[in-house]
Structures are given as C-alpha cells and as structure tokens.
C-alpha cells in the first residue's frame, strides 16, 4: 500500500472528530457490545479532559491530536499533545530537559504521545484494524515529522503496549523500559484463595491491616455506574484536591472533569467510598477496562489505620477477582505495593530525540537504565509475597 495515498491532518480539538471513527481505531473491541482494552483512549475520556479544561490553553497539555485518513477513511489516530513542562507523564525525563537546557538547547515545547495524567499502559498508536503496519507507520512519521518541522526538541511515546514498543523500535525510535506494580490474577475464586498463595507471614499481615482498616466505625460502599451521583464526585473533589496540593502542588484535574465523568464516563467507573457517621470520609477512584482495573486516585478527609490500603489495593484485587479480571494496575511507584500482593511488571516507551548527539547519549543511557531495571524486577519479584514452591513441587 502506498504511504503516500495516507493524509495526515493534526487536530486542535476532539469535537473535530466523529466519536465512532476515533473509536472505531481507539476501541474496535467494543464492536461486540463489551467494554473497551481500557477507557483511556476513548473518544468520550480524551474529550471529557479537554472540555473540563484539565488539558488545553493554560495546562502545559495543548492537544495535537493526530489523524490519519486513507481514501477518507480513518484507519489510525493518536492522543498527541504539545507539552510545556514534563509533569504529569510519569516516565521521567527531567533530566533530559536539564542536560539539553544546559547544552544550549531548549527541551520545551515536546511533543507526548500519552493519555495526560494516566500511568497506565494501553495502545498509543489506535489503528483500525486490518491496518496495523501501515497505520502504526503513518503515525509514527507524522508525530515526527510534525515535531521536527516545528523545531521541536523530541517525542515522547509513554506507557505504550509491549508490542507498540517493538514496532517502534523497527522504525527508529529508542526504547526505554521502566516498571511499576500489578496484581496478576492467578485464577483465584476469592479473595481467600488469593491469600493461601502468599506466605504465612504475608497472609497474616494482610488479614490483621484488612481487619484494622474495617474497623475504622463506618461502611466502605463499590459504586460504579447509575449508583455514583453527583454527591459522591463533591465529596471525592475534596479528597482529590488533598492529594493533588500534597503530591504535585496544584491538582491536574478541574472540578468540571468529574461532572464530565458524572455524564459521561461513570459506566466506565469503580469509585469506592468510605462513609462515617453519614459523612464521606476517604475515596478511591478506579477505571474499569475489558480485563484490567486501573486504579488511579485517592483521598481521605480523616485518617484511618490501614484505610488506604484497604481501599486502593484489596477492594480493587476482590472485584478484579469476582469480574475475572486478569490483572489490577496501581499506579505510579510505590514498592509497599509489593508485600500486598503486587509485583513488578516491566512497562515501556517510546522517544525520538532530534538532536543527534544527545540522541546518542540518550541511547547509551537507555541500555544502562534497561540492565538496572531488569535486575531491580528480578530482586524485588524474588522478596514477593508468594509462597516459594519447593523445587520438588515444580513442574
């Protein structure tokens, strides 16, 4: 097939695309009535951003998205944004920005391929499907080309699929891997049996902090889809604006995007909420993919032994396991994660550099950054949770 029969077109604004043909590369699986990989990518999430103001003029976050249309069809397209600054992208490159800056250069604008605000791994490159190499190419090429026609420094590909990343690398494009923290299901049939595969030591420790955050005088509710109203998002801004002011200094999202995610996105929601004497105290926000929960914020108003816990890490692996789910991703960091049941999973990204010496150097530390990292899984995946099985058990 001919590349040059493609048309690419850059896009300010979602509204500028219809939802079914942006879906149609974003989402294909949900032809059979199922929901999305992951909502991430959707027309409805990526609008939902930009409507609430929580991406676009004044955010760092200008959307670039891109498009590409074959005989006018859309058979490809991309969240691309022009960023300002690098927070909110959870695979660091402020590094990067220092050396180059310090070279004379100047790092920012860039250009990020990413969902905003969201470590978590999904397709970056959308294509329809039955074009999945021309496709891929055509983005890839465009995002380029765009960058370097407009003198920017670099692009920026992050959390995309392993398979993303090997197509990637084929087209020039270098490879970086870092890791975060998943639960695997193992075909457990309840929490219980999720516990009988950890250490005596482990399974205790669980069982007395489950006990101790339950006990904090209230009721923990799982609300998802018509059951979520408009009093729970008043309550959970509260605790989102806690922990956005004590982790990034200012919140990424506005309060306007949680009324987007009342009218738009709830069916697409698990939001786990804890009640006291008739007030909301503490809430947990998770995102339902096809076979994944993405668990995304917290907050609390009151302090509570092992609430957090409680609500971010074992209520996501129960519905995880009660919907047979094959996986739970929590976020960004944190290695307590491990001893509750979460291992280290490699994630991967994607940058094009458009200086060739610093690309260089980049490579170079790349290769560094990826033996440090396959060590760092081995080690922490060998102190994990799980009972180690006799040599004479395995098969």
């Not at 949680?258 to 998770?286: I, K, P, S, T, Y």
């Not at 979460?342 to 990204?349: E, F, K, M, N, V």
């Amino acid at each position: 097939m001919d590349q040059a029969q493609i048309e690419i077109t850059v896009l300010a604004s979602l509204s500028q695309i219809a939802a079914g043909d942006w879906d149609a590369c974003a989402c294909p699986e949900t032809a059979d009535g199922g929901r999305p990989r992951d909502p991430f990518t959707t027309h409805r999430f990526l609008k939902a951003l930009e409507e609430s103001g929580s991406v676009g003029p004044g955010t760092g976050w200008q959307p670039q998205y891109l498009v590409a249309r074959l005989d006018g069809m859309v058979i490809a397209c991309a969240p691309l944004y022009a960023k300002g600054h690098s927070q909110g992208e959870y695979i660091f490159d402020h590094s990067w920005a220092h050396a180059y800056e310090r070279a004379g250069g100047d790092y920012y604008p860039k250009l990020q391929m990413a969902v905003p605000f969201t470590p978590a791994t999904g397709r970056r490159l959308l294509v329809r499907p039955g074009y999945d190499g021309i496709g891929q190419s055509a983005l890839v090429q465009g995002a380029v080309q765009l960058a370097a026609d407009n003198g920017l420094s670099s692009l920026h590909i992050t959390f995309c699929t392993p398979d993303e990343a090997e197509a990637g690398e084929r087209m020039g494009l270098l490879k970086r891997t870092s890791q975060q923290f998943h639960w695997l299901n193992r075909g457990f049939a309840d929490f219980g049996d999720f516990l009988a595969a950890l250490s005596s030591r482990k399974r205790k420790a669980i069982r007395k902090e489950r006990s101790r955050a339950n006990g904090f005088g209230g009721t923990i509710h799982m609300l998802s889809g018509d059951d979520i109203r408009p009093e729970h998002w008043d309550a959970f801004w509260v605790f989102y604006q806690d922990t956005g002011s004590r982790k990034w200094g200012s919140p990424y999202l506005t309060r306007a995007f949680f009324d987007a995610a009342q009218a738009h996105l709830r069916d697409d929601l698990l939001l786990v909420m804890a009640e006291r004497g008739g007030r909301w105290v503490a809430g947990a926000l998770n995102v339902i993919g096809r076979e994944t929960l993405f668990g995304r914020y917290w907050g609390c108003v009151e302090t509570h032994p092992c609430l957090h816990f409680e609500m971010c890490y074992y209520r996501a692996i129960e519905f995880a396991i009660a919907h047979g789910f094959a996986r739970v991703e929590a976020g960004a960091q944190g290695e307590h994660k491990l001893a509750r049941g979460y291992l280290p999973t490699q994630i991967c990204s994607l940058h094009w550099v458009a200086d060739p010496g610093f690309a260089r150097a980049i490579a170079q530390y790349l290769e560094a950054e990826a033996d440090a990292v396959g060590d760092e899984i081995e080690a922490l995946t060998e102190y994990g949770p799980f009972r180690k099985v006799p040599v004479e058990e395995r098969e």
